[in-house]
Every structure is written in C-alpha cells, then in structure tokens.
C-alpha cells in the first residue's frame, strides 16, 4: 500500500483566516507524518484545488470574502469526490448541516480535543482511499475486466480471486459454496470469462427454483410427447451450454434421483432427453453452487457421494460478509455510486454514522443484503449525503436498546456460530445504547460517560469504534 494511502504523506489543505488556528492545525497533522498546505481564504483555497491534488480539505465556515460554504459548493464542482472537513463554531449546527447538505463530508467545533481531531482526520482520509479505490474498479468496469463486480480487496476475498485466477483459465469442474448473497454467481462469470470457453454460452440452471418433475427436462431436454404438455420437442441447458459452461446454482437442492442421471453425464459426456433414446455428445465445463454443507448432506444420505466427489475437484469457499467487515466501505461505496447512477439520484456519500451502523451490522443475508439495503437508502435520501435516517430499522436520536437493529434471519441462521452472532448482535447494542445516552444527554460525554456507568476515556474508545463522533 502507498504512503498515501494509508493515510501518512497524505496531502491536506487547511483553510482559515485565522493564522492561529491555522499553525495549531498544521502542528497536529505534520506529527502526525501529513504533508500540509495553507490557504487564508475560500478565493485561495478554490485556486489551489483547481492546480493541485489533495486528499483531503480542512475548511472554516466563516470567512471574509468567500466563505466556507460558498468554498465547499465551487471545490465540489471542480472536483465532486475530493474530501472536505468543516470547521463551526459552537452552536451552529444549522449552518454545519448546510455544509452536510452541501457535500462536506464531516464537521467539528472549535476548540476542539486533539484526540478528537485527528478520529477525524483518519476517518476523512479513509473516505478519501475508498474514492480512489472506487476510481480504480470504474476503470476495471469500463474496460471488461473479469473481476469488475467482485468488490474487495480484504485477505479473504483476495485469497478467492487469486484461486478463481488460477482454475479459470483450466477445465476443471469447480465446487463454489458459501452462505446466500455472498456471490456464488458472480465467481461462476469470473470463471466462465477467465476460460477458454468465454465466447461460448454460459447457462445458469437454479436447481432449487425448478419443480422435481420438471428439472431433468430442464437440463437434458425433451422429446415430443415424452409427457402431458410436451407439444414439441426441446432442447435441455446441457445442450444449450455446448461448448461452453453450465453453472447449477443450489446443486444441493437436486432430488437424489436425478443426481445419478447428472453423474452419468460428467462420467460419459452424454446425455438423453426424457422420451428420447439416442445418445447426444456434450463438451460442457460444470460449475456449481451451494449453501447446504454438501458433506454433512453426503452423511445424512440426502446427496450422493461419488457425485460430490465428481463435483468437489477445484473448491472455492466464499466468505460472508460478517467475515470480510474490511471490506464492507469499499462495498457501501460501489452500491451507492451505482444505484444513484442508476436511479438518477445525486446522493455521493454516506454519513460517518451510518456508515458505522453498515460496519457493525452482522449483515445475515451477506452481500445482497447490503446491496439491497443500499439501493433503498439512495430512494430515500432526500440530500446529497445517505444518513442512518435512511436505513431499515436504525436507531433515531434518543431511540431505545436498538433490538429492533436485529434481523430475525440472524436468529435462525446456523451458519454462524453461537458466539460470533452474540458478538456481532452486542456491537449492534451497545452502539445504538452510546448513542442514544449522547443524545439523552445533549452531546455532553461526561455525562453520557456517567449515565452509562463507564469512565470518558472508555466511552470515547468505544465512539472511536463505532464512529459516532459527529
């Protein structure tokens, strides 16, 4: 990783007519290993955005001659993505709020707690790195990159990509598993488009979707009259996907009976149409998908053992989302950029809050889940920036425990054990219980600090954890 993108050596410019709380600024952010620029007023700091790069903006509201709003709108039109930071005066949350609205990321008050300062620092320039990471998949997108929709770049889906990188390009038949949402399709197109077979069909068959009785002529066609209502005869996906690749998704759902017919495929190369009796030749690369434990239903007798053997050459273990939490910025990032594209909405941000309810929510439905969660936030925002207002069953200011965060799917999903979702379930709590002590108490830490029964030091600890410095 570069020296700026992890945050050392990166570039920010601080704006204010103040040369005292200018060099306090500079002070703090150059031990902090930042390379610092000054400007004295908003016509400067425009000027200098238009000739250099910056990661990041530190900007006061009140200014002579242009002020930081005004700033914020001009810098916001030469470059959209750039990161800016407002600096308010106690007591005017309405003018901070205007900046919110106006496309600053973030604000605090002066005087400020250096501690507090630099939680914000890091946290803008986090915000900065994922925009520059999101610039990068635009250009994979644009240019047909097989990776484009695998967002992330945490250990464990990195681990995925470089095996789907290393068995794409080979013949061998590969067994995706993981949880719901987690992205099973979208490795079987990476596959699919890593192959020699990318200018051949890939067919994609939801064998938990498909009634019994009609699957096997789903996959291996149909002869005329083999059936009631079988007026014509009909090709199967297998012979559709000649050539190509077929990806039976759900492959755990498949009835016993039909799993033998399957594993006489992958043995001979051959299928029958039902009613047929000639033999029809198939060159097809299987992949397939599941989020059953296929091992466990080998055990139980409910799926074949020589099939799963047949099936299980190459496996790729997908993480779920609550696994992968790294990664969940970048994702939150991707999906909004996209669904605002998509719906014609201008929201660029999501709000350090909300955010931090995206990154201690155990997310049981995984990425779709997410995704879902995302494009309903974009309908709803109202503003430029999606707040936690937006989301599905998140805590207001002053609301309770916060137990209505909880998804009941959490409840009966077992693919987790006990005391990951207790975890994951108390992180939920106790940061939807800070905030509404912080919101009960006006802000005042030391008295949210007392209601709660811990000292400062650990409430501001846990407001560093879940982002609720606002």
Known sequence: MSAAANGRQARILVVDNEASMRFVLREVMEREGYHVSEADDGDTAVDMVRQSEFHLVIMDIRMPRMDGIEALRQIKRLRPHL???????????????????????????????IDELRVVIRRALERSRLMRQLSVLREELASHRPFDRLVGTGPAMSDVIRLVEQVGPTDATVLILGESGTGKELI???????????????????CAAIPEALLESELFGHEKGAF???????????????????????????PLSLQSKL??????????????????????????????????????????????????????TLPPLRKRPEDIPLLVEHFLEFYSQKHRKQVVEISPRALAWCKSYPWPGNVRELENVIQRAVLLATGPTLDIENLPQSPG????????????????D?????????????????????????????????????????????????????????
């Open 188 to 206: 079987a197109q990476a596959i699919h488009r890593t192959s020699e077979r990318r200018d051949e069909p890939l067919v994609k068959v939801n």
């Open 83 to 113: 990161v800016v930071v407002m600096i308010t005066a106690h007591g005017s949350e309405v003018v901070a709020l205007e900046a919110m609205r106006a496309g600053a990321y973030d604000y605090f008050h002066k005087p400020f707690e």
């Open 228 to 254: 009631t209502g079988a007026v014509a005869q009909r090709m199967g996906k297998f012979e559709l996907a000649d050539g190509g690749t077929i990806f039976l998704d759900e492959i755990g759902e498949m």
């Open 263 to 316: 594993l006489r495929v992958l043995q001979e190369r051959e299928i029958e149409r039902v009613g047929g009796t000639k033999t029809i030749g198939v060159d097809v690369r299987l992949l397939a998908a599941s989020n059953r434990d296929l091992e466990a239903a080998v055990r139980d007798g409910r799926f074949r053992e020589d099939l799963f053997f047949r099936l299980n050459v190459v496996p790729v």
């Open 397 to 412: 200011v002053g609301q309770g425990a916060g137990m209505d965060l909880i998804d009941p799917h959490l409840i009966s």
């Open 414 to 470: 077992f693919s987790a054990p006990l005391n990951q979702k207790l975890e994951a379930v108390t992180e939920v709590v106790e940061a939807a219980v800070i905030r509404a002590a912080l919101a009960e108490v006006g802000g005042k830490r030391q008295r949210a600090a007392e209601l709660l029964g811990i000292s400062r030091k650990s409430l501001f600890n846990k407001m560093m954890k879940y982002g609720l410095f606002e």
